[in-house]
């Protein structure tokens, strides 16, 4: 998708600020992509960032099923350019954590 190619090609315009994609262990381990480590014994480091990893996985997950039940367009795949399904999503992001913030 075009979305993966930029990723690809700016990956260390978002490391350099600290941000990166989580994704689980079904996912290839790319530049900006962090995945769980496979097989980690229980007390390691490892899993200790494997339990952390899985805790803000959880959260964005429950905050994406949000904000797809919540707003419609979300309910088909986007279909304009890039630079405006960035704005769709961007918009639709701001309008659930402003109704989160008052609640």
Request: charged share 20%; proline share 2%; with cysteine.
């Amino acid at each position: 998708s075009n979305f993966y190619q930029w990723l690809e090609k700016n990956w260390k315009k978002l490391a350099e600020k600290g941000l990166y994609f989580i994704g689980d262990s079904a996912y290839a381990i790319k530049s900006f992509l962090v995945t769980p480590f496979d097989n980690a014994v229980h007390g390691t480091p490892e899993d200790n960032y494997n339990f952390f990893h899985s805790s803000s996985r959880i959260s964005v997950e429950c905050a994406f099923g949000e904000i797809d039940l919540r707003w419609g367009i979300l309910w088909s795949t986007l279909r304009f350019s890039l630079a405006h399904n960035v704005n769709v999503i961007d918009a639709c992001m701001r309008l659930h954590n402003f109704i989160v913030d008052w609640r």
